[in-house]
């Protein structure tokens, strides 16, 4: 009897719930277009996070529980996936000048796409004026010396984001997810086969090739699988989300007008901006572009994880766009560490013109200029941190010399808002990757204007 008494019926229900979506998918899967499967776990997971809506999301425990399951998998995947990938691309490029060009290239498209993010921000935020925010920071002074020291703890300085990017352990960094470590332990091994291979021949290094072949293969035959369970993780993870969203009955209308300017900027730069860029400097339709990186977007929208995506990014840019094999695996990880901007642009800015606004400060140009030149040198910096976006936004206070605490007051809409903003992340990183392509003539145009086709 305590056992019927203890048990969530309702959690197990919304479970049952979904379990039946999910068999729906599954039969919708085979016989729709893979991006209208999406869509569609989006709207179900949505109305099931509206139903089942409660505090501290009780009811849908459960259903949180398999999208986190997808989000552990997609993200242990992303070290391999990344290491393998740019040791097989760079070794077919056997040549040391095209892999300084492109790293150039990558890094330059990376860095104006954060510069735009910033400039959007700014406009929005002074659009905006983000109304009166006095109401959200009124208790400022309450928050504890002990919070703010937790959250000052994740500051650092410039000098220690750019010393973490190089690698120190190489087991120790493939662990952590050290993106831009494993970029440069990749680049090392590849550049060095390719110095062996062009002075003693290839014969003597076959077999190494071999071996990279093939664990591709494998890596690869894995994450087709991860990616086939994409609608269901959409589905099990907009429901949490959902639920969160819909449980807090105390949302002050300052803060969603705050998210609301997150959306705007983060949908103009990911689409308008990109969308010029792709048009004008890749010469790809952009519609059709988005549309074939779609499920990496969702992926990024519901998982609020660049890095978790980045093998689904991957895999959408060389089977649908028809990017080549090294620019793909060389630029498009290299923008979870570099750029950002969604989290290390768009969200920072916006932050500090709210509390500015609500403070009453009065800003001058150069005040603003600093904030743009300042967020822009941190999203060089931007890998191998956890929670990115909040260290950013810490980051810009301190050295703006504004408060902390005011960072911590408005956390309760970090997640909400994160999920346009690693959207952004990821729409630039491909875009990036695009032009790349194009100008390195790797950019297969009869892959991209193929229509999509869902495979059984």
């Not at 952590?176 to 062009?198: F, P």
Request: net charge negative; with cysteine; hydrophobic share 55%.
């Amino acid at each position: 009897m305590e056992f019927l008494v203890s048990t969530n019926w309702i959690a197990l229900f919304a479970l049952a719930i979904v379990a039946l979506l999910f068999v729906l998918i599954h039969y919708l899967s085979d016989r729709i277009n893979w991006t209208l499967v999406i869509l569609l776990a989006l709207v179900l997971g949505a109305v099931v996070g509206i139903v089942f809506a409660s505090e501290n999301n009780t009811y849908l425990v459960w259903v949180e529980l398999i999208g986190d399951i997808y989000v552990n998998i997609i993200t242990a995947l992303a070290a391999p996936v990344i290491l393998i990938s740019i040791i097989s691309g760079f070794v077919s490029l056997k040549n040391q000048k095209a892999v300084k060009t492109i790293g150039v290239r990558s890094v330059f498209w990376l860095l104006l796409s954060a510069a735009a993010a910033i400039v959007l921000s700014l406009l929005g935020g002074l659009i905006f004026k983000l109304w009166d925010a006095s109401a959200v920071f009124k208790d400022i002074a309450a928050v504890s010396d002990s919070t703010v020291s937790a959250y000052g703890d994740l500051k650092k300085s410039f000098g220690e984001v750019l010393l973490g990017l190089f690698p120190s352990n190489i087991v120790g960094d493939i662990a952590s997810n050290n993106i831009v470590g494993i970029i440069i332990i990749a680049a090392a091994i590849a550049l060095a086969y390719i110095s062996v291979a062009s002075r003693e021949g290839e014969e003597s290094v076959v077999s190494f090739k071999k071996l990279i072949d093939a664990l591709q293969k494998i890596v690869y035959r894995i994450l087709e699988f991860v990616i086939d369970l994409t609608p269901y993780a959409v589905l099990a993870l907009i429901a949490s989300s959902a639920g969160s969203i819909f449980s807090d009955g105390e949302t002050i209308v300052q803060l969603l007008i705050l998210v609301a300017a997150i959306y705007v900027i983060s949908f103009l730069h990911a689409y308008v901006f990109n969308g010029l860029l792709l048009k004008f400097v890749a010469k790809l339709n952009p519609i059709r572009f988005f549309k074939k990186i779609f499920q990496a977007q969702a992926t990024a929208f519901t998982t609020q994880s660049s890095i978790g995506t980045l093998p689904v990014t991957i895999d959408s840019l060389k089977r649908k766009v028809g990017v080549g094999e090294e620019i793909a695996n060389f630029t498009a990880p290299l923008g979870t560490t570099i750029g950002m901007p969604g989290c290390t642009c768009v969200w920072p800015v916006l932050l500090v013109m709210f509390f500015v606004n609500a403070s009453g400060l009065n800003w001058s140009f150069g005040d603003y200029l600093l904030l743009a030149v300042i967020t822009l040198i941190l999203s060089l910096g931007s890998a191998g941190v956890p929670g990115i976006a909040v260290v950013s936004s810490i980051a810009v206070f301190s050295a703006l010399n504004l408060p902390i605490a005011a960072v911590v007051l408005l956390m309760p809409i970090n997640t909400v808002s994160d999920m346009a903003r690693t959207m952004n992340n990821v729409t630039a990183a491909a875009v990036s990757t695009a032009i790349v392509a194009r100008q390195e003539g790797q950019l297969d145009d009869e892959v991209f204007n193929k229509e999509e086709v869902r495979e059984a």
